[in-house]
């Protein structure tokens, strides 16, 4: 049967099944054949929060989004066009998500009474009218693949189990999609049992062959390559690629990275993978607790170490206090917060922006840090490299935000050619720098970083000792001296409100945008791709995103106060808008949202349409 | 490996230009002079050595050390001193801390640094009061202790730092007495020389909140029959005339104290400190009661068992010995690792 070959521009796939079924890895295999394809990537998994919730029941339900296209796209895609369901519950939790007219391809094994039921289904949706107005696909993925493994020497429970390797061939089969990659990626998983590669890849060949030969699947998609620039990419998570920043940090400092942290979602998996990395020099501790997680951190970092802790939320409320102590020994110190829905435990696995004002203002005393915000995964390596920056230069520490939506989405990454990196080399003070000549003086300043100098244990005639009492100037003794305390914390305040950070750039491709939006972090996706979309309906718009929030670049105000509008969407209830209100006099408008979900660029397209109608 | 080179150092390079701020009489001041005294027997430059300490009147002590030196914060410090020992192993680190400090705030930390055996050498300064704060009780306080913040006695009972310690599994557990120079200097010397977690109580007299806490410790007229001084390898018999001696009764699970004339000389145990089971430093611990009467000081446990330190750096070892590249050139493998594609300009 020859099939009818359509070109679509883009595609938005969520597969969506039970925690067991093996969404995240079919998600991922389906990426990575695209990105060998050429296409644009953006993804997004959406994990359970509990990490075996009864089979079959909606919190069982594991899903991950890809949004693929021919030109660069910003976001995971607002809404599928296509739904892979595993069972019942992956169709009744996804099923408010899909437009109508969107594809649907059900794994019908599973529509049995008991799991109709288990999610509250009394008939069956693929009977009644549930879907009417989609484009349901029925097959039967449990037995079929089954069926096709019949021959080889594996268990039922194996067989079955390769039915998410079916989902994948036929939907590989469905979107031209190259496979060699998945053929490769099944005898490496299975290396130690060969008659699993066999299973997983004959599973995988009876979904194509399917797509091929049934008369359901009539057209056959094609997406082209999106033009992207030249060069070597892998597809990455934003925890992946922080994780890789903090690396390149060492490296390009010649310091050891010292991470010293606590498990908590979503930042462990950059425990995870630090800890793999011992050959660079990396140590990883696993501390008792969040406060010996940073005060190893900050332990290391005096030893002369880049001192790294990596957290979420709750955690860095448990770090302030050593935050405040690393503003008063002014040395340099990573925080990063990857940060997820609260207040409290909140909702572990879902995003907010949640903590700058926690980043901004969230200590005892006037203790100001640095403080920047990755705007997409890949960025997370680049942020983690300016974080380190900031650290080692002006000895401070430095808070991180990314988020959940960053840490697990993953896109295309460029791969930097490592002398492009930062050079990161940092001196310690070797010699008394005391007009007599002998003489130490820890609090001496760098006229130009104000940075003190960093005299690690070990320098002869450098002895000295730091805390957390408040210091003389120069000498660093304790002092009481009101005028001395006085200078100090306005000192300390002007080292992070002159460290030199780029402007801030504004996209408004035809230079008349009267409103402009402001954002910072995660949500530069989103509000991108809906600034476009008005753009490309006449509507002018002006886009500025905020990498670097403390200190804010020089030309913030002066940019803010050239619109008309200033509109800060956020997935907070305004704590960028309250300070830029506050810092710059400049009315904002927010725009807020806190469901634990990334915005939309729909969403975000219609409430600033709005904006645009009322100037 | 040649002979170290003898540096010569005195008591007096290792005071600090800072004037000493405790309490006139405070015990603070004779343990900074012990270990004033005591350091240049380590022979270790003084580079080499960094105090770490929390908050309390004790954890100024880092101030006064003419070494490198950290006062952080209340409780932290066996954190931050282990983050810097674990990537400084050349460093010789010592934390000093109250009994507030180490066992009410820091409490979590310190059994950790002790389980780890990280390579610390920690100096509980224990006056059974919070100084700093001007005079709450604190967990080592005796039950029913009338202070500021417990008018009426506290309801709480006290933690035993020996006892707690050896839960922990400490590899090194001491104990002295401030006002015992030499056998401060002696019990500073063994966990000098332990490698690993030392963990050392030192009874402090805090003069203005507490006087006299130890007192029967001191006092000529009770202090032999209440100290049990522990030598290693020795028969534990204690009292003036040595009349008193410790044994294991069969079928209990601890020490008693016994007459020595009425106990058979096999009866009386001989100190051990290397017994791998905690429980017999345990027992020791378990001796006093809250008279003071019968104290153990001395070295309680001392065994071996790779430091945390050491085992990390040897798994960063490990992980190195075999990279040839640069390390420009590793990070360049790092980053194209897994699925790449290229695309052609
Ligand atoms: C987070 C925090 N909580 C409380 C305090 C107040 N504080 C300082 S020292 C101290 C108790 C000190 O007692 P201890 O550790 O026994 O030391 P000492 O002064 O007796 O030597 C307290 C409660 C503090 N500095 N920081
Ligand atoms: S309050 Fe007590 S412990 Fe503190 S310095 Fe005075 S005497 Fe020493
Ligand atoms: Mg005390």
Same mark, same amino acid.
């Given at each position: 049967?020859?099939?009818?070959?359509?070109?679509?521009?883009?595609?938005?796939?969520?597969?969506?099944?039970?925690?067991?079924?093996?969404?995240?890895?079919?998600?991922?295999?389906?990426?990575?054949?695209?990105?060998?394809?050429?296409?644009?990537?953006?993804?997004?998994?959406?994990?359970?929060?509990?990490?075996?919730?009864?089979?079959?029941?909606?919190?069982?339900?594991?899903?991950?989004?890809?949004? &693929?296209?021919?030109?660069?796209?910003?976001?995971?895609?607002?809404?599928?066009?296509?739904?892979?369901?595993?069972?019942?519950?992956?169709?009744?939790?996804?099923?408010?998500?899909?437009?109508?007219?969107?594809?649907?391809?059900?794994?019908?094994?599973?529509?049995?009474? !008991?799991?109709?039921?288990?999610?509250?289904?009394?008939?069956?949706?693929?009977?009644?009218?549930?879907?009417?107005?989609?484009?349901?696909?029925?097959?039967?993925?449990?037995?079929?693949?089954?069926?096709?493994?019949?021959?080889?020497?594996?268990?039922?429970?194996?067989?079955?189990?390769?039915?998410?390797?079916?989902?994948?061939?036929?939907?590989?089969?469905?979107?031209?999609?190259?496979?060699?990659?998945?053929?490769?990626?099944?005898?490496?998983?299975?290396?130690?049992?060969?008659?699993?590669?066999?299973?997983?890849?004959?599973?995988?060949?009876?979904?194509?062959?399917?797509?091929? +030969?049934?008369?359901?699947?009539?057209? *056959?998609?094609?997406?082209?390559?999106?033009?992207?620039?030249?060069?070597?990419?892998?597809?990455?998570?934003?925890?992946?690629?922080?994780?890789?920043?903090?690396?390149?940090?060492?490296?390009?400092?010649?310091?050891?990275? &010292?991470?010293?942290?606590?498990?908590?979602?979503?930042?462990?998996?950059?425990?995870?993978?630090?800890?793999?990395?011992?050959?660079?020099?990396?140590?990883?501790?696993?501390?008792?607790?969040?406060?010996?997680?940073?005060?190893?951190?900050?332990?290391?970092?005096?030893?002369?170490?880049?001192?790294?802790?990596?957290?979420?939320?709750?955690?860095?409320?448990?770090?302030?206090?050593?935050?405040?102590?690393?503003?008063?020994?002014?040395?340099?110190?990573?925080?990063?917060?990857?940060?997820?829905?609260?207040?409290?435990?909140?909702?572990?696995?879902?995003?907010?922006?949640?903590?700058?004002?926690?980043?901004? &203002?969230?200590?005892?005393?006037?203790?100001?840090?640095?403080?920047?915000?990755?705007?997409?995964?890949?960025?997370?390596?680049?942020?983690?490299?300016?974080?380190?920056?900031?650290?080692? #230069?002006?000895?401070?520490?430095?808070?991180?935000?990314?988020?959940?939506?960053?840490?697990?989405?993953?896109?295309?990454?460029?791969?930097?050619?490592?002398?492009?990196?930062?050079?990161?080399?940092?001196?310690?003070?070797?010699?008394?720098?005391?007009?007599?000549?002998?003489?130490?003086?820890?609090?001496?300043?760098?006229?130009?970083?104000?940075?003190?100098?960093?005299?690690?244990?070990?320098?002869?005639?450098?002895?000295?000792?730091?805390?957390?009492?408040?210091?003389?100037?120069? +000498?660093?003794?304790?002092?009481?001296?009101?005028?001395?305390?006085?200078?100090?914390?306005? +000192?300390?305040?002007? !080292?992070?409100?002159?460290?030199?950070?780029?402007?801030?750039?504004?996209?408004?491709?035809?230079?008349?945008?009267?409103?402009?939006?402001?954002?910072?972090?995660?949500?530069?996706?989103?509000?991108?791709?809906?600034?476009?979309?008005?753009?490309?309906?006449?509507?002018?718009?002006?886009?500025?995103?905020?990498?670097?929030?403390?200190?804010?670049?020089?030309?913030?105000?002066?940019?803010?106060?050239?619109?008309? !509008? =200033?509109?800060?969407?956020?997935?907070?209830?305004?704590?960028?808008?309250?300070?830029?209100?506050?810092?710059?006099?400049?009315?904002?408008?927010?725009?807020?949202?806190?469901?634990?979900?990334?915005?939309?660029?729909?969403?975000?397209?219609?409430?600033?349409?709005?904006?645009?109608?009322?100037? | 490996?040649?002979?170290?080179?003898?540096?010569?150092?005195?008591?007096?390079?290792?005071?600090?230009?800072?004037?000493?701020?405790?309490?006139?009489?405070?015990?603070?001041?004779?343990?900074?002079?012990?270990?004033?005294?005591?350091?240049?027997?380590?022979?270790?430059?003084?580079?080499?050595?960094?105090?770490?300490?929390?908050?309390?009147?004790?954890? !100024?002590?880092?101030?006064?050390?003419?070494?490198?030196?950290?006062?952080?914060?209340?409780?932290?410090?066996?954190?931050?001193?282990?983050?810097?020992?674990?990537?400084?192993?050349?460093?010789? =680190?010592?934390?000093? +801390?109250?009994?507030?400090?180490?066992?009410?705030?820091?409490?979590?930390?310190?059994?950790?640094?002790?389980?780890?055996?990280?390579?610390?050498?920690?100096?509980?300064?224990?006056? *059974?009061?919070?100084?700093?704060?001007?005079?709450?009780?604190?967990?080592?306080?005796?039950?029913?202790?009338?202070?500021?913040?417990?008018?009426?006695?506290?309801?709480?009972?006290?933690?035993?730092?020996?006892?707690?310690?050896?839960?922990?599994?400490?590899?090194?557990?001491?104990?002295?007495?401030?006002?015992?120079?030499?056998?401060?200097?002696? =019990?500073?010397?063994?966990?000098?020389?332990?490698?690993?977690?030392?963990?050392?109580?030192?009874?402090?007299?805090?003069?203005?909140?507490?006087?006299?806490?130890?007192?029967?410790?001191?006092?000529?007229?009770? *202090?032999?029959?209440?100290?049990?001084?522990?030598?290693?390898?020795?028969?534990?018999?204690?009292?003036?005339?040595?009349?008193?001696?410790?044994?294991?009764?069969?079928?209990? &699970?601890?020490?008693?104290?016994?007459?020595?004339?009425?106990?058979?000389?096999?009866?009386?145990?001989?100190?051990?400190?290397?017994?791998?089971?905690?429980?017999?430093?345990?027992?020791?611990?378990?001796?006093?009661?809250?008279?003071?009467?019968? #104290?153990?000081?001395?070295?309680?446990?001392?065994?071996?068992?790779?430091?945390?330190?050491?085992?990390?750096?040897?798994?960063?070892?490990?992980?190195?010995?075999?990279?040839?590249? #640069?390390?420009?050139?590793?990070?360049?493998?790092?980053?194209?690792?897994?699925?790449?594609?290229?695309?052609?300009?």
């Amino acid at each position: 049967m020859t099939k009818q070959i359509r070109q679509l521009e883009r595609v938005v796939i969520r597969f969506a099944g039970d925690s067991g079924d093996g969404m995240q890895l079919t998600g991922d295999r389906f990426t990575s054949e695209t990105a060998q394809l050429g296409n644009d990537i953006s993804t997004l998994p959406n994990f359970p929060a509990e990490i075996r919730a009864p089979a079959g029941t909606l919190p069982g339900v594991s899903s991950f989004q890809v949004h &693929f296209a021919d030109y660069d796209i910003l976001t995971p895609g607002d809404a599928p066009n296509v739904l892979v369901a595993m069972n019942p519950a992956a169709l009744k939790a996804n099923l408010t998500d899909l437009p109508r007219g969107a594809d649907i391809i059900v794994n019908t094994d599973e529509f049995t009474k !008991r799991n109709l039921a288990k999610v509250g289904y009394a008939s069956s949706p693929l009977d009644d009218d549930t879907l009417a107005g989609y484009a349901v696909h029925p097959v039967a993925l449990t037995s079929m693949t089954i069926g096709a493994l019949a021959e080889l020497d594996v268990s039922k429970k194996d067989a079955e189990r390769a039915k998410n390797m079916f989902a994948l061939g036929l939907l590989s089969w469905m979107y031209s999609r190259p496979y060699e990659s998945t053929l490769r990626f099944l005898e490496r998983k299975f290396a130690k049992r060969p008659e699993l590669v066999a299973a997983n890849v004959a599973a995988f060949k009876a979904g194509w062959n399917f797509g091929e +030969t049934t008369e359901d699947f009539a057209v *056959r998609y094609e997406v082209k390559p999106a033009k992207m620039p030249p060069g070597t990419y892998r597809n990455i998570t934003g925890n992946a690629a922080l994780s890789l920043g903090l690396v390149a940090a060492g490296v390009r400092s010649g310091l050891p990275v &010292f991470l010293g942290a606590y498990p908590i979602t979503p930042a462990s998996d950059i425990l995870h993978e630090l800890s793999k990395h011992k050959r660079f020099g990396v140590t990883t501790m696993q501390a008792e607790d969040e406060i010996a997680a940073i005060g190893a951190a900050l332990g290391a970092s005096y030893g002369g170490a880049l001192g790294v802790t990596t957290t979420s939320g709750p955690g860095v409320a448990l770090k302030g206090e050593t935050i405040s102590l690393a503003v008063a020994l002014e040395l340099p110190l990573v925080i990063v917060d990857v940060q997820r829905a609260g207040p409290s435990t909140g909702m572990p696995t879902k995003t907010e922006q949640a903590d700058l004002n926690m980043a901004l &203002f969230g200590r005892h005393g006037e203790a100001p840090v640095a403080v920047i915000a990755p705007k997409s995964p890949s960025d997370c390596f680049h942020a983690a490299l300016e974080a380190a920056r900031i650290a080692l #230069t002006y000895r401070t520490p430095v808070i991180l935000l990314s988020d959940n939506y960053v840490a697990n989405g993953s896109e295309p990454w460029l791969l930097p050619e490592v002398e492009s990196l930062p050079d990161l080399r940092v001196e310690f003070a070797t010699a008394p720098n005391g007009e007599d000549g002998t003489t130490f003086l820890p609090y001496l300043r760098d006229p130009q970083t104000l940075a003190r100098p960093w005299a690690v244990p070990g320098t002869p005639g450098l002895e000295h000792r730091i805390g957390g009492l408040e210091k003389a100037d120069k +000498t660093g003794d304790i002092s009481y001296d009101p005028a001395n305390h006085d200078y100090m914390v306005r +000192t300390r305040a002007a !080292r992070i409100e002159t460290i030199p950070v780029p402007d801030i750039e504004v996209e408004d491709p035809d230079g008349d945008a009267r409103v402009l939006v402001l954002g910072w972090g995660s949500t530069y996706g989103p509000i991108g791709a809906a600034c476009r979309a008005l753009r490309q309906r006449g509507l002018p718009v002006a886009q500025a995103h905020l990498r670097h929030l403390a200190p804010m670049p020089a030309n913030l105000g002066a940019v803010l106060r050239s619109y008309e !509008r =200033v509109v800060i969407p956020e997935m907070n209830l305004g704590q960028l808008a309250h300070v830029i209100r506050g810092r710059y006099l400049v009315d904002a408008i927010g725009y807020n949202q806190v469901r634990g979900l990334p915005f939309t660029a729909a969403e975000l397209e219609t409430m600033l349409e709005e904006v645009l109608k009322n100037v | 490996m040649s002979e170290p080179v003898a540096l010569k150092l005195t008591a007096k390079d290792f005071k600090s230009d800072q004037e000493v701020r405790w309490c006139p009489g405070c015990g603070d001041y004779a343990i900074l002079a012990a270990v004033q005294q005591f350091m240049p027997e380590l022979n270790i430059p003084r580079e080499n050595i960094v105090f770490v300490s929390g908050i309390g009147c004790s954890s !100024r002590f880092p101030y006064y050390m003419n070494t490198y030196g950290m006062h952080s914060i209340h409780g932290r410090a066996p954190a931050i001193a282990t983050g810097l020992s674990v990537s400084r192993p050349d460093l010789s =680190v010592w934390v000093v +801390t109250g009994d507030g400090d180490a066992l009410s705030i820091g409490g979590n930390h310190l059994i950790h640094a002790l389980r780890r055996n990280v390579n610390l050498k920690i100096l509980l300064f224990n006056n *059974r009061i919070y100084g700093l704060t001007k005079g709450q009780y604190s967990p080592t306080s005796e039950v029913g202790k009338i202070t500021k913040s417990t008018p009426v006695g506290s309801a709480d009972a006290p933690f035993n730092p020996l006892s707690l310690a050896l839960g922990a599994e400490a590899t090194f557990v001491g104990r002295t007495i401030d006002s015992d120079r030499k056998h401060l200097q002696s =019990v500073l010397r063994a966990a000098a020389e332990h490698s690993g977690s030392a963990f050392v109580e030192i009874y402090q007299n805090c003069n203005i909140f507490n006087d006299g806490a130890f007192e029967q410790l001191k006092e000529p007229g009770t *202090r032999d029959d209440y100290l049990i001084r522990l030598e290693h390898g020795q028969p534990i018999t204690f009292g003036k005339d040595g009349q008193f001696c410790v044994v294991h009764p069969p079928g209990g &699970f601890g020490l008693e104290v016994r007459e020595t004339a009425a106990t058979p000389a096999e009866e009386i145990v001989v100190h051990d400190a290397t017994v791998a089971d905690p429980a017999y430093a345990f027992a020791l611990s378990r001796l006093p009661g809250f008279d003071l009467r019968n #104290t153990p000081i001395g070295v309680f446990r001392s065994v071996r068992r790779p430091s945390y330190d050491s085992v990390v750096q040897g798994q960063l070892a490990d992980a190195r010995a075999t990279v040839s590249e #640069t390390p420009e050139q590793q990070l360049a493998g790092l980053l194209g690792s897994g699925d790449t594609w290229t695309i052609v300009g």
